[in-house]
């Protein structure tokens, strides 16, 4: 048990401190670094989805006036490490799925380098290629561990015995699309090689975490960190696709390192975005369910059939939210992956959770219909005392109160009937659960400086649009017993001690307790009256630590869906979310990050859907025009609520983390609420109105 | 993004002598597609003509009772014009379902039913396409056809390897707009001028897809003539698509109802602006109870040809273009009655 | 190929050559070095690099800058030249109406065009009445606003903002 810092600024809805740079626009993203005579680069992507370089002629390309080089397998520098395949670029003839790089243009302004791209002729021995993801594809294999490192598969007790016995049973297949995160600001790097300079390298990236950034990156070309900056003052959206470098991070330091003195400038186009940074696979989610008569579950059950490529794996944790969400005596749970010939998957905002609360939170509203129970009476019942997979008690569970305030804000007791129609419209609601784990990484260090009658705070930390320039100096202010505004925090930069990525909802937990332990240290040292200059560095590995409780955020968000009855067309009017989430360090950017899981979850629930196509071995609809996400007119009445939760295990702040929980549950409440106005039950992602046509009067 | 030159002639004239005379010379007005053509590797001309400042800007009342609408007015002005919304609700109703404001103030009159299609594979120039690279094949047959056509494609059951193969649809929704309202496109070519009947602007893909229209290399269209509607007739168009805004039309319904004639013209569905021709006959001096206008779509659709796909393909448009003209026409009428 | 333009930019005149390539908003990012309207798409698919172009919102990624050889531009930064926030920006400070601001520059600009083209009695699909002049309902809003895409999320602050800044107490 910790004791709470005493809430001062935490709590104060202060507006950011990046604000007015960003609504006038000039604060600076990786690729806008102002650089002196900078060099574009533009990659050639391979046409083929599996194969072998033939041939790779660069002579038109290089005849270009203007054109400064061109990095091929055949002449770029050989890198110190290739294990991992992703990052290995350029190394060698193979062509491990469509769109991999193989070739760069290094030119004097961005058209001659994406001229110069285009001239690159490139010839390929195409092989046979699989990239359908099937759930009877016959190379499934069971992952030795899930993302990050959870296991594979779990059972307890005898699921069929319960299937085979129970009052009710479901048993259906429930599937989510191809997500790609899409981040407004395209993936970028700006980089600098100057071998005489003190720090050779220097990359102004666009990531969610410099240091790790930068670890990778020294890793593939054996340099020192000494020998390596990494600068990212603002992100412009990341959603986890910035997480982990990919390859046009390397790709820009190779072409940095080919022009040495030079900086380049590599920004990748939203097209090349839907093959080179990452995605959310597709899931194929088979789930059990049995219940006795009272709706009391005796059998909890999710298998998994995903994908990951051929050339690294990445094993999304779809089924962990089955284990800890409803009690039940008998539950299992399984992972499957067939490695295809596609681009590499990776982490989107809520892995594992955001697919996994899918066909889950669907299946008991099919279990509630069946048993003729209020779904959200459903839930109430099977709550569990303690965490069903650690027996652990929890830190603090408030999913009921969420629940019983959803329904009380929403309406929810004199909902319309299934099937009530208003004019042109069929009108339907719809609840599920959200749930996120609370979680703080083990690597993160603070340093705090008393300068110019201030306290500045540094921190390697990453601010992503989730309000860290500007929560971090509340957490840091209350920790030290001073004014927010005596207080700077410094972010975004290597030379700033090390943190962890901003991921797993995290970043405030872990960089905030990192800070309190530098401010306590500090206070230590040097009292309440420092010298000029006085500094200390706090690790959060010295924060007090609870290993004896399960920690999760909480949520329900209740919907309110209309269909048109001519045309199927789908709104949103209203989406209400109630979330239990710990402390909350700034209401104005907490709600905003709420709101944002809650939107995205509604644009997975209705539009997102990188379509496949199996021929090609590409996504077809590889745009923001094709591959739609919501626009503002798809947003109704939509609103973010949280519990004024006390949780003395988590951390020091009682913070739990709120950059994920929002979009776990929403796409299930968006298709139990089409359910109830048109009876279709829709179990493939996205609710298109397709789908519903057939329903229509 | 080949290189290219750049011309602004002193007026239309002399951009169409300009263009006539280099085989590989693209007019540009607002840009909105013609730049994104370039940068896909789309459009790679040789010469691009500015002709944005050389037709009129103006929207006038013609003899007829009519209105000519200059090649450069945007299409942010037009939806605008108090004639256009009180008179033709259907034209200014296509403009604001299209696209978004900022492409609006952009684009042009002139510009707009010159779009080219949305197909994926078109805008893909590393998979092959017969309107893209003539003979090259067709990617979408049996790719992603949830936007593409189900009537007046080039076969039944179109072959991807045969060169004619084309199963794009029209994107512009201004375009279908036109079509119900039997505009009048004029034209500036190096033969002098000319009057195209909107309705055969556009063409179905025919032997060669490459073509959408049945503009020569160098013609510029420099208005576009609404002729009045009749006396009472209502005008309305309705859009449907996969999300609330900016979106391109799954199917789309131009609808005029007038005394004793429906007009219909569907978008979505077709290489061009689709004239439901058949479905008006039916409907010709009967009742337009929503019985009698399926039943009407019902004869419209008899050579519909939805095609499979790897998302499921497009079937659905069948019966969701009928519902959506049946919704349309009953909105009309019951305005009428009220 | 290249040309020799002038734009104004924020109000100050600029003379440069460009590639008869370049758009207007790489001419403003790579060569005028103003980088507060965004690339987020490049193809007219996402509405973070509009502009004022001569008045209106415009998407600076599909212009040629050649083609708009004596423009008149005002990004976001320059809706602030004088040091005061825009009422725009200001609404969207208040509102947290963004997060990781990189569509913000281009959300401020529409919406600044949005509440000049209100003023006009500009209808937009969300209206009922075609002929009627439109308010700042939550509907005209959104739909006017949804050129521009905010991948984070803040429609629903948004559009409060834009209203606010349009004088609707809400």
């Not at chain 1, 083929?48 to 002629?57: A, F, K, N, Q, S």
């Not at chain 1, 071998?195 to 070309?221: K, N």
């Not at chain 1, 990192?514 to 706090?538: H, I, Q, Y």
């Not at chain 2, 040789?46 to 013609?62: A, G, H, K, P, Q």
């Amino acid at each position: 048990m910790t004791e709470l810092l005493e809430p001062r600024a935490i709590g104060r809805d202060t507006v950011r401190r990046d604000g007015e740079a960003k609504v006038r626009g000039t604060a600076t993203y990786a690729i806008e670094t102002p650089v002196q005579h900078p060099a574009y680069v533009h990659p050639v992507q391979a046409t083929v989805p599996l194969g072998r370089i033939t041939g790779i002629d660069t002579s038109a390309a290089e005849a270009i006036e203007g054109v400064v080089a061109v990095l091929t397998h055949e002449n770029a520098e050989r890198l110190a490490s290739t294990d991992d395949r992703e990052f290995a670029v350029l190394q060698s003839d193979e062509v491990a799925f469509r769109g991999q790089v193989v070739a760069v243009v290094v030119a004097e302004t961005s058209e001659l380098a994406r001229q110069g791209a285009d001239a690159v002729e490139v010839t390929y021995a195409e092989q046979p290629h699989d990239s359908a993801l099937r759930v009877d594809h016959p190379d499934l294999y069971k992952p030795e561990k899930i993302n990050p490192s959870f296991e594979t598969d779990t059972a307890e007790g005898d699921v069929a015995a319960a299937m085979a016995t129970a009052h009710v049973t479901v048993e259906e297949t429930y599937s989510t699309a191809m997500y790609h995160n899409n981040p407004l600001e395209m993936h970028a790097t700006t980089a600098l090689w100057d071998p005489s300079a003190e720090v050779p390298l220097t990359l102004w990236d666009s990531t969610q975490g410099v240091h790790p950034d930068r670890a990778a990156v020294c890793e593939v070309f054996g340099l020192e960190q000494e020998q390596v900056r990494v600068i990212c003052p603002f992100v412009g959206g990341g959603f986890g696709s910035k997480g982990t470098p990919h390859a046009h991070v390397f790709l820009a330091t190779m072409a940095a390192r080919a022009v040495p003195g030079r900086p380049v400038k590599l920004g990748l186009t939203r097209q090349q975005m839907f093959s080179l940074v990452g995605y959310r696979t597709p899931t194929i989610q088979r789930m059990q369910l049995a219940a006795d008569r009272t709706g009391r579950l005796q059998a909890i059950a999710i298998d998994v059939v995903e994908q990951t490529s051929r050339i690294k794996e990445f094993a999304e944790q779809t089924g962990v939210p089955t284990r800890m969400m409803y009690a039940s005596p008998n539950r299992r749970t399984t992972h499957r992956l067939a490695a295809l010939d596609v681009p590499v998957p990776s982490w989107m905002r809520a892995p594992g959770e955001c697919p996994g609360m899918f066909g889950p939170e669907v299946a008991m509203d099919e279990l509630a219909e069946r048993l003729g129970i209020d779904p959200v009476e459903l839930r109430i019942r099977n709550e569990p005392e303690r965490d069903p997979e650690t027996g652990k008690p929890w830190s603090s569970r408030n999913l009921v109160q969420c629940l019983r305030e959803g329904a009380e804000r929403f309406g929810w007791a004199d909902r319309p009937p299934a099937g009530h129609r208003e004019g042109a419209w069929l009108v339907g609601t719809g609840v599920a659960s959200s749930v996120y784990p609370t979680m703080r990484q083990a690597t993160s260090t603070a340093r705090i400086r008393y300068e110019d009658g201030r306290y500045v705070a540094e921190i390697g930390a990453a601010d992503l649009g989730t309000g860290a320039w500007t929560v971090l100096p509340q957490i840091a202010a209350d920790a030290l017993d001073v004014d927010e505004g005596d207080v700077e925090v410094r972010i975004g930069d290597t030379r700033y001690p090390i943190a962890s990525v901003a991921g797993g909802s995290s970043g405030t937990n872990t960089w905030g307790s990192a800070l309190t332990v530098a401010a306590r240290e500090f206070r230590t040292k040097f009292g309440r009256s420092p010298a000029d200059g006085d500094e200390v560095s706090g690790d959060v590995d010295q924060a007090s630590k609870d290993d004896a409780h399960a920690a999760y955020a909480f949520g329900a968000q209740f919907v309110e869906v209309r269909v048109n009855v001519d045309t199927g067309e789908l709104r949103v009017p209203r989406l209400y979310g109630v979330f239990g989430a710990g402390r909350i360090i700034n209401p104005r950017t907490a709600r905003s990050q709420l709101l944002g899981g809650m939107t995205m979850g509604l644009s997975m629930a209705l539009h997102e859907n990188s379509v496949w196509d199996t021929r090609l071995g590409q996504v077809a609809n590889h745009d923001l025009a094709e591959y739609h996400v919501t626009v503002n007119a798809d947003v109704g009445d939509m609103q973010a609520h949280w519990l004024d939760e006390h949780d003395p295990y988590v951390n020091v702040m009682g913070s739990k983390g709120i950059g994920e929980i929002g979009i776990t549950g929403t796409a299930a409440a968006v298709v139990n609420a089409v359910h109830r106005a048109t009876g279709i039950r829709i179990r493939d992602l996205p609710v298109t109105l397709d789908k519903v046509l057939t329903a229509l009067p | 993004m080949k290189p290219f030159a750049f011309a602004r002639p002193a007026d239309a004239a002399e951009a169409v002598a300009t263009v006539a005379t280099e085989p590989r010379a693209v007019f540009l007005a607002g840009g909105t597609n013609l730049v994104d053509h370039l940068k896909l590797g789309v459009a790679r001309p040789d010469l691009v003509v500015d002709v944005r400042r050389l037709t009129s800007r103006e929207i006038t009342d013609t003899a007829d009772g009519g209105l000519r609408i200059g090649a450069a007015v945007t299409n942010s002005e037009l939806a605008a014009d108090r004639r256009v919304r009180e008179r033709y609700p259907v034209l200014a109703q296509a403009l604001l379902a299209g696209a978004t404001g900022q492409l609006r103030n952009l684009a042009t009159t002139g510009g707009n039913p010159l779009q080219r299609t949305r197909c994926v594979y078109f805008q893909d120039v590393s998979t092959p396409c017969n309107k893209r690279e003539p003979g090259s094949g067709c990617s979408a047959v049996g790719g992603y056809t949830r936007y593409h056509a189900i009537l007046g494609t080039s076969a039944a059951l179109p072959d991807p390897t045969a060169p004619e193969t084309c199963i794009a649809t029209h994107p512009s929704d201004m375009a279908v707009a036109l079509a119900v309202l039997d505009a009048q496109v004029q034209v500036l070519g190096p033969a002098g001028a000319r009057t195209i009947p909107f309705a055969e602007l556009h063409r179905l893909p025919g032997d060669d897809p490459s073509r959408d229209t049945v503009l020569e290399h160098g013609e510029l269209i420099t208005a576009i003539d609404l002729p009045p509607l009749p006396a009472g007739a209502r005008s309305a168009y309705r859009k449907v698509r996969d999300r609330a805004s900016y979106a391109f039309a799954l199917v789309s319904v131009a609808a005029v109802v007038a005394d004793g004639e429906v007009r219909l013209a569907l978008g979505g569905v077709a290489h061009k602006p689709w004239r439901a021709s058949r479905a008006e006959e039916a409907l010709r001096g009967g009742p337009v109870a929503d019985d009698a206008v399926r039943h009407a779509m019902d004869v419209e659709l008899t050579t519909a040809q939805p095609q499979p796909g790897v998302d499921g393909g497009n079937g659905f448009k069948i019966p969701l273009v009928t519902r959506t003209v049946v919704a349309t026409v009953r909105d009309l009428t019951q305005e009428t009655q009220a | 190929m290249d040309a020799d333009i002038t734009l104004t930019v924020d109000g100050a005149q600029q003379r440069l050559t460009v590639d008869t390539r370049t758009t207007l908003l790489d001419a403003l990012r790579e060569r005028i070095g103003n980088t507060s309207p965004k690339k987020g798409c490049d193809h007219g698919q996402c509405g973070a690099c509009t502009v004022l172009l001569d008045g209106d919102r415009a998407l600076s990624c599909l212009a040629l800058a050649v083609a708009h050889d004596g423009a008149e531009i005002t990004t976001a930064d320059g809706l602030a030249a004088d040091g005061e926030l825009h009422p725009v920006q200001q609404a969207f400070l208040e509102r947290d109406a963004f997060q990781c601001g990189y569509c913000t520059p281009g959300q401020v600009c529409s919406a600044v065009g949005v509440l000049d083209e209100v003023r006009r009695g500009w209808p937009s699909h969300a209206s009922q009445d075609l002929t009627a002049d439109p308010e700042l309902s939550h509907d005209e809003v959104a739909e006017r606003m949804s050129g521009n895409l905010c991948r984070c999320g803040a429609y629903a602050n948004i559009v409060p903002a834009v209203r606010q800044a349009g004088g609707v107490q809400a």
